[in-house]
C-alpha cells in the first residue's frame, strides 16, 4: 500500500496497463468456435488471476460451457453501497481473416491505437476497470464502495449459462446498481453516459388467399391477392410523416424532456455524413424529431423481410397463394411489448379485408430500459465520466437492446449504468477492431472517480 | 367416295375414331423431356399418316428439335377461301405418375371418358378435325373450302420452331382465318367460341435503400425502409373498388357491349362453388363486373411476388438493403403493352420518395387479342358450334394468353376462331387427363359445319 493517489498510481502503471491488455488480448477466446473451448478457460483464468493480482478475491464458476469469473473487493463493508461491474472475456470471430491488417490474435501496437480482436468488445473495457479497483486498493485509503466483478465468457452467443446463473446467484451478487462499460461513445471529446435502450416487439404477418398458388390469366381479377393485400395493410402501418398509425402505440411513450434534448443536441451531428454512411439517397424519420432522436428515443415499425410467390429469375404469372413479412417494433419508455404487439395486431385485424385470412405470430419482445438522467446515480455517473475524460459528459440514448440489462433489472432489481469507451472507428465485430490507448485510459481515470461519485450519491 | 353425308359419314366410323384416338394416345410424345425426342418423330408421323389416309396431301418439315407437319385439302382451288387448322401432337411431362389412376400412356376407357397423357390437349382435338375433313373427302360434294392442317411438336415448350417457320412459311400458309382447338367450354351444354384473349405486360420493380443490410436498432428510425416504400406503393395501385390507379389506364380498354354481356352471363355460373374452388373466403374483383367479366375482360394488377430481407426462420432485426415485386398485368383490347409498361413505370416514378432509388425493369409484353363477336367469321362459328354440339353456342372470353394467336396474326395477318372441346375436368397438364368422347363427337359434327358455315361467311 502506498501513499500515491488511484490517479497518480494510474499513470505510473500505463505501460504495464498497456502489456496487460497485450496479453489478453493474445487470447483466442471466440465463444462461436468450439475449437477454441481451452482459449476460453484460459481467457478466463488469465483475467481470474489479473483480478487476485489487482488485490480482489476470485470464485471461478464452471458452467456446462465456459467459465463465470466472479471476483470482489475485499472485505465486504455492509454498510457502504455495492455495485457490480459486468464484462465479458469471450470474443467474436475473427474471419474473415484476409481483411485484417495484421493477425487479429497478434495484438498491433499504432500510435494510440491498438488492434486485435476483443480489444474494445470487451477485454479492454473491463480491464480498464479492474485496473482503477487496483489503483484503489493499493491507496491509503479504503475503498467507499463495495465492487463485484462479474465476467461472463458467453456474451456474443447469447449468454446462456449467466441467464441461468444470475437467478440463482442473485443473492451473492446483489448490488445497488450495475456498470457496463460494453458500449460505445461518440468521440473522445464526447464521452457519455447512456440512459436509455429501447425495447423490442418481433411479429410476424401472414396473409393466405388461394389454397394453391393461381394462374392470373385464368383467374386474375376475380380473387384477391395476399401479396397486394399484405402489401396494402403494411403500407397503412405508417403515415406520410413518418408516425405509426396503430392506435394506441404512442400512448405510454415517455416525452424527451427539455434537458433531455438539450443533452442529445450536443453529441456530434452530420447529418450529411451520417446519410453517405448508410448509403442512401435521403434520410428520413418522424417529422419533428432528430435523426438522433429518431434512432434511439422514438418507437419504429420496421419490416425486416417480406416474402410471396415466385422470387426466381424471369416472372411466373400466378397470384400467390400466400404473402409474409418479418416486423420487428422497436419500443421506448414506457413502451409494453406485450400491450404493442395486441394492439399492432388488433390494428391488423381491424385492415385485413374479408378476401384473405390474416395470420399474426407474436415472437420475442424486450422491455425497453431507462435510468432516470436527472436521479443521482445517472448523475454521478456524469461526474465521473467528466472527471476521467477531461470534458463535459453528456447523455445519450441507443437504438438497441442489451438484454443482459434487463437480466440485471429482473434478476437483482438493479439499474445498469452503461458507460463505453469504444469509439465509431473501433470496428466490433469487423476485421481490424482496434482499442484507443487514450479511451482506455481516460476509462480508468473515470473509474477511479467512479466508485467515489456513486457512494456519494447513495449516501 | 359414297353418298354418305359427313355428319352420316361420322357416325359409321365411331368406333374407328375413338380407337385412333387411342393409338395416338398411346405415343409418349412429350416435348420437354428429351429421352423422348424418338416419340415425338413417332407422333408427328403417326398423325401424318393419319391425314394421308384421310385424303390430305402431307409434309413433314424437319426443324432442329420435332418436326411439324403440314397437310392440305387436295387440289386447293383458288376460288375459294382458305382456312387453317392449328394443333400440336407434343404433351406434357405426365409426373407425378403415383397420381395416375391408370399409366398415362395405357389409354383407358372409363363409360364416356378416355384418360391418356395429352388426349384433351391437344391430340383429340385436332384429330377431331382431321376426322371431320376425312368425312367430307369422302362425301360425294366437294369441300366448300381450302383447309392447311399444322400440327406443331413444341406448343407445350414454347412453340421455337414454329415461330421460326411461320414467318419463313407464310405465303404457303396464307389463309382467310385460323381456328384453334385447344382450349376449353364450361359444358357440353355451354359450347362457346373464345373470341378474346387477354395481353400482358411484365415489370419487376426494385426499390434500393442503404447500401447493406442495417441494424434495425442502431439505424432504425431515421431512414427509410426499402420494404415498406415498396409496400406503401404497391398499396397504391389498386383502389379499395378493384380499379387500377394508374392514370391513363383504361383509356383504350373497350368497353363490353350489351351483347356481350348478354352472353357472358348465360354461361353457367356459380359464385359460390367458385368461391370453394380457388379455396378462398371471399371472391374479390372490380365493382360492377362479374366474376366471368372480371378475369376475362378486365385489366388486372398482379403482385406475382415478393422480396426483401430476411426470409429465414425467426427473426433477424434489420433495415433491408433492398425489396423488390415482380408484377402482371393482365390487358384487354385494346391495351397496348408498351404504353401500360410506360404508364405504369411513370405511375411509380411518381410515388416513389426520395429515400429510396427506384428501378422498374420491363419483362416480356403480349398484346390483347380480340376477334369481333358480331363479325360474319364469328358468327358462323357460332353457328357451327350450335350445330355440332347441339345447343345454343355461347361467346367466351379468355383471361390468359394464346401466344400462337399472336403469332398467326402478325405472320399470317389472319385472325383465330378459337373452339375448344375440352371440359373443366380434363385436367390438362396434371395427372389423369381426360377427353368426353362426346365432346370428341360433337367437336367433329361441329368441324363438319364449320367449313361450310365458314366459307358462306367469306362468300
Given at each position: 500500500?502506498?501513499?500515491?493517489?488511484?490517479?497518480?498510481?494510474?499513470?505510473?502503471?500505463?505501460?504495464?496497463?498497456?502489456?496487460?491488455?497485450?496479453?489478453?488480448?493474445?487470447?483466442?477466446?471466440?465463444?462461436?468456435?468450439?475449437?477454441?473451448?481451452?482459449?476460453?478457460?484460459?481467457?478466463?483464468?488469465?483475467?481470474?488471476?489479473?483480478?487476485?493480482?489487482?488485490?480482489?478475491?476470485?470464485?471461478?464458476?464452471?458452467?456446462?460451457?465456459?467459465?463465470?469469473?466472479?471476483?470482489?473487493?475485499?472485505?465486504?463493508?455492509?454498510?457502504?453501497?455495492?455495485?457490480?461491474?459486468?464484462?465479458?472475456?469471450?470474443?467474436?470471430?475473427?474471419?474473415?481473416?484476409?481483411?485484417?491488417?495484421?493477425?487479429?490474435?497478434?495484438?498491433?501496437?499504432?500510435?494510440?491505437?491498438?488492434?486485435?480482436?476483443g480489444i474494445s468488445d470487451n477485454k479492454g473495457q473491463h480491464l480498464a476497470h479492474i485496473?482503477?479497483?487496483?489503483?484503489?486498493?493499493?491507496?491509503?485509503?479504503?475503498?467507499?464502495?463495495?465492487?463485484?466483478l462479474l465476467i461472463e465468457g458467453e456474451e456474443e452467443v447469447g449468454s446462456t449459462s449467466?441467464?441461468?446463473?444470475?437467478?440463482?446467484?442473485?443473492?451473492?451478487?446483489?448490488?445497488?446498481?450495475?456498470?457496463?462499460?460494453?458500449?460505445?461513445?461518440?468521440?473522445?471529446?464526447?464521452?457519455?453516459?447512456?440512459?436509455?435502450?429501447?425495447?423490442?416487439?418481433?411479429?410476424?404477418?401472414?396473409?393466405?388467399?388461394?389454397?394453391?398458388?393461381?394462374?392470373?390469366?385464368?383467374?386474375?381479377?376475380?380473387?384477391?391477392?395476399?401479396?397486394?393485400?399484405?402489401?396494402?395493410?403494411?403500407?397503412?402501418?405508417?403515415?406520410?410523416?413518418?408516425?405509426?398509425?396503430?392506435?394506441?402505440?404512442?400512448?405510454?411513450?415517455?416525452?424527451?424532456?427539455?434537458?433531455?434534448?438539450?443533452?442529445?443536441?450536443?453529441?456530434?451531428?452530420?447529418?450529411?455524413?451520417?446519410?453517405?454512411?448508410?448509403?442512401?439517397?435521403?434520410?428520413?424519420?418522424?417529422?419533428?424529431?432528430?435523426?438522433?432522436?429518431?434512432?434511439?428515443?422514438?418507437?419504429?415499425?420496421?419490416?425486416?423481410?417480406?416474402?410471396?410467390?415466385?422470387?426466381?429469375?424471369?416472372?411466373?404469372?400466378?397470384?400467390?397463394?400466400?404473402?409474409?413479412?418479418?416486423?420487428?417494433?422497436?419500443?421506448?419508455?414506457?413502451?409494453?411489448?406485450?400491450?404493442?404487439?395486441?394492439?399492432?395486431?388488433?390494428?391488423?385485424?381491424?385492415?385485413?379485408?374479408?378476401?384473405?385470412?390474416?395470420?399474426?405470430?407474436?415472437?420475442?419482445?424486450?422491455?425497453?430500459?431507462?435510468?432516470?438522467?436527472?436521479?443521482?446515480?445517472?448523475?454521478?455517473?456524469?461526474?465521473?465520466?467528466?472527471?476521467?475524460?477531461?470534458?463535459?459528459?453528456?447523455?445519450?440514448?441507443?437504438?438497441?437492446?442489451?438484454?443482459?440489462?434487463?437480466?440485471?433489472?429482473?434478476?437483482?432489481?438493479?439499474?445498469?449504468?452503461?458507460?463505453?469507451?469504444?469509439?465509431?472507428?473501433?470496428?466490433?465485430?469487423?476485421?481490424?477492431?482496434?482499442?484507443?490507448?487514450?479511451?482506455?485510459?481516460?476509462?480508468?481515470?473515470?473509474?477511479?472517480?467512479?466508485?467515489?461519485?456513486?457512494?456519494?450519491?447513495?449516501?
Amino acid at each position: 500500500m502506498t501513499s500515491q493517489t488511484p490517479i497518480e498510481y494510474l499513470r505510473s502503471q500505463d505501460e504495464r496497463h498497456i502489456e496487460d491488455l497485450l496479453e489478453y488480448a493474445r487470447i483466442p477466446s471466440v465463444s462461436a468456435q468450439s475449437q477454441h473451448a481451452e482459449d476460453l478457460q484460459k481467457a478466463a483464468h488469465w483475467i481470474a488471476n489479473r483480478c487476485r493480482h489487482a488485490g480482489l478475491t476470485v470464485d471461478i464458476h464452471e458452467t456446462p460451457t465456459h467459465p463465470i469469473v466472479v471476483a470482489r473487493t475485499p472485505n465486504p463493508e455492509p454498510g457502504k453501497p455495492t455495485f457490480l461491474v459486468y464484462g465479458h472475456y469471450d470474443v467474436q470471430p475473427p474471419e474473415p481473416f484476409e481483411l485484417w491488417t495484421s493477425p487479429p490474435f497478434e495484438p498491433r501496437r499504432e500510435g494510440r491505437n491498438v488492434y486485435a480482436r476483443g480489444i474494445s468488445d470487451n477485454k479492454g473495457q473491463h480491464l480498464a476497470h479492474i485496473n482503477a479497483i487496483e489503483a484503489w486498493l493499493q491507496f491509503g485509503q479504503p475503498l467507499p464502495c463495495n465492487i463485484t466483478l462479474l465476467i461472463e465468457g458467453e456474451e456474443e452467443v447469447g449468454s446462456t449459462s449467466l441467464l441461468k446463473f444470475l437467478p440463482e446467484h442473485a443473492q451473492e451478487l446483489a448490488c445497488d446498481a450495475v456498470v457496463i462499460s460494453d458500449n460505445g461513445i461518440p468521440s473522445l471529446k464526447h464521452p457519455t453516459l447512456t440512459y436509455a435502450l429501447r425495447g423490442i416487439a418481433a411479429i410476424e404477418i401472414r396473409v393466405d388467399g388461394p389454397d394453391r398458388d393461381l394462374h392470373s390469366g385464368i383467374f386474375g381479377g376475380s380473387l384477391d391477392n395476399p401479396a397486394m393485400v399484405l402489401c396494402q395493410m403494411l403500407a397503412q402501418m405508417r403515415d406520410t410523416k413518418g408516425r405509426i398509425t396503430v392506435p394506441g402505440l404512442y400512448e405510454d411513450v415517455q416525452k424527451l424532456s427539455a434537458y433531455e434534448r438539450r443533452q442529445m443536441a450536443k453529441l456530434p451531428s452530420n447529418p450529411d455524413k451520417y446519410r453517405r454512411f448508410l448509403g442512401v439517397p435521403q434520410l428520413f424519420g418522424e417529422k419533428g424529431f432528430t435523426p438522433e432522436e429518431q434512432r434511439t428515443a422514438r418507437p419504429t415499425f420496421e419490416i425486416n423481410g417480406l416474402t410471396s410467390g415466385y422470387q426466381g429469375e424471369g416472372s411466373k404469372t400466378i397470384i400467390p397463394s400466400w404473402a409474409s413479412a418479418k416486423i420487428t417494433l422497436r419500443l421506448v419508455p414506457d413502451q409494453e411489448p406485450r400491450k404493442i404487439i395486441a394492439a399492432v395486431k388488433k390494428h391488423l385485424q381491424r385492415l385485413c379485408p374479408k378476401t384473405v385470412r390474416l395470420t399474426v405470430r407474436h415472437g420475442h419482445g424486450g422491455k425497453p430500459y431507462l435510468v432516470d438522467p436527472t436521479g443521482p446515480l445517472a448523475q454521478a455517473a456524469l461526474r465521473a465520466i467528466q472527471a476521467g475524460f477531461g470534458c463535459e459528459a453528456l447523455l445519450a440514448r441507443e437504438g438497441g437492446s442489451i438484454p443482459i440489462v434487463s437480466a440485471f433489472k429482473e434478476h437483482l432489481g438493479a439499474d445498469s449504468l452503461l458507460i463505453g469507451m469504444a469509439l465509431p472507428d473501433d470496428n466490433p465485430h469487423s476485421p481490424n477492431e482496434k482499442l484507443s490507448l487514450d479511451a482506455y485510459a481516460a476509462g480508468m481515470r473515470m473509474s477511479v472517480h467512479l466508485w467515489e461519485e456513486l457512494a456519494a450519491a447513495m449516501a
